[in-house]
């Protein structure tokens, strides 16, 4: 059953709400602004509105599964494995031929589920460095890299919780390897 479940939050990461989302106001997500289908493309290509909407659906997709399998399962580890596994389906996404997102929003709700002042904290870094510098991929890999230590500071981790953040983390920064380029020859999309 907890196989099952896994394969379910695996699906439902995997639902890409920005292209979704773009397509139904005849915008092909993947061929405008840096051709990414999460909620900073989206806010380019068609509205903080439409952001907002994304990026909650997003979080909710990583939420769920962490907050289902803590309610439905006496495995302490599965809250953490269902949320890195929508986080994963997220990015390889089955819907766009294993193509997704960068995973960030998906992490983000799943770290709130998990651990919610450690992802509090995250957000206070994110919003402070994308205020400063107006790049929301310095404020996701800042964001993303605090969360183990937000964990050992701020919440009684579990190795699960830990294991996650970890994975999460280098995840996240893998798929933002093109944007840490730019970064470096200050080329990097401000928003």
Do not use: Y
């Amino acid at each position: 059953m907890p196989i099952l479940f896994l394969v379910a939050a695996f699906l439902l990461g995997s639902f890409p709400t920005g292209v979704v989302v773009a397509h139904a106001k005849g915008v092909d997500l993947r061929k405008v602004g840096s051709g990414n289908i999460g909620t900073t493309n989206v806010g380019r290509a068609l509205g903080r509105r439409w952001a907002t909407l994304v990026l909650l659906v997003d979080a909710g997709k990583g939420a769920l599964p962490a907050v289902l399998a803590a309610r439905l399962f006496d495995l302490t580890w599965l809250p953490a494995a269902a949320g890195l596994v929508a986080v994963l389906g997220q990015v390889f996404s089955p819907f766009l031929k294993g193509r997704g997102g960068k995973g960030v929003a998906t992490s983000f709700g799943a770290g709130l589920a998990l651990a919610p002042v450690p992802a509090l904290g995250c957000a206070a870094v994110w919003l402070a460095l994308f205020a400063v510098f107006r790049m929301s991929s310095l404020g996701s890999l800042a964001a993303v890299a605090s969360f183990p230590t937000f964990l050992w500071l701020f919440h009684a981790s579990s190795f699960a919780n830990l294991a996650f953040a970890a994975a999460v983390a280098l995840l996240v920064f893998l798929r933002h390897k093109d944007n840490i380029r730019r970064f470096l020859r200050g080329e990097e999309l401000r928003a």
